[in-house]
């Protein structure tokens, strides 16, 4: 009975360590493959099935968003908003829809979706664009850095090319 409690533990805590992403890549990878499959069944998903996605999307969109933030990119930022985006678009085209149909079982209506962008839009979208803008200076600069630099070593080098060519003429004639 031990042994099969102990199994059962460690396939828990493996089947868990395999759901959160353990570096930034994996946890872009598994953000867009989840917002990919939210696209695929938003329109015929049962509402359980639905349910699970929204909140796999919510620990991607807070928590794990969280954990790699700082290591982020201002492109994968913007790659990030894209998805939230998408999944905002597919959330309300079915909240829509539900609305529509009569269901009442449904646990978000248009208005908490409507309300959530509005949020966002509000306290989060300038910080998320400053955050952005920054990163892209950085960027820039680091890039301006790295041409200054490689300018200049490609001016040496033909300066070097240059007296190394007039010293073979000076020294030919």
Known sequence: MKKLFRIVIAAAVI?????????????????????????DV???CSHSKWASIEKR??????????????????KEKFKIIGLEAKFVGYRSIRDIK?????????????????GDVKAYLKEDFED???????????????LSK???NGVEDISDDVEDAWNEISDAINDAF
Do not use: N, W
């Open 128 to 142: 998320d664009i400053k955050d952005i803008s920054k990163d892209i200076e950085k960027s820039v600069k680091s």
């Open 146 to 148: 790295d041409l200054e």
């Open 42 to 44: 938003f329109r015929d």
């Open 57 to 74: 999307y919510e620990k991607f969109s807070t928590e794990y968003y969280q954990k790699f933030e700082h290591e982020l990119t201002g």
């Open 98 to 114: 539900d609305a529509f149909s009569g269901d009442d079982s449904v646990g978000s209506t248009v208005g908490d979706t409507v």
């Open 15 to 39: 089947l868990f360590v395999g759901c959160a992403p353990m570096s930034k890549e994996s946890y872009l990878s598994q953000y867009e493959e989840l917002v990919e499959e939210a696209g």
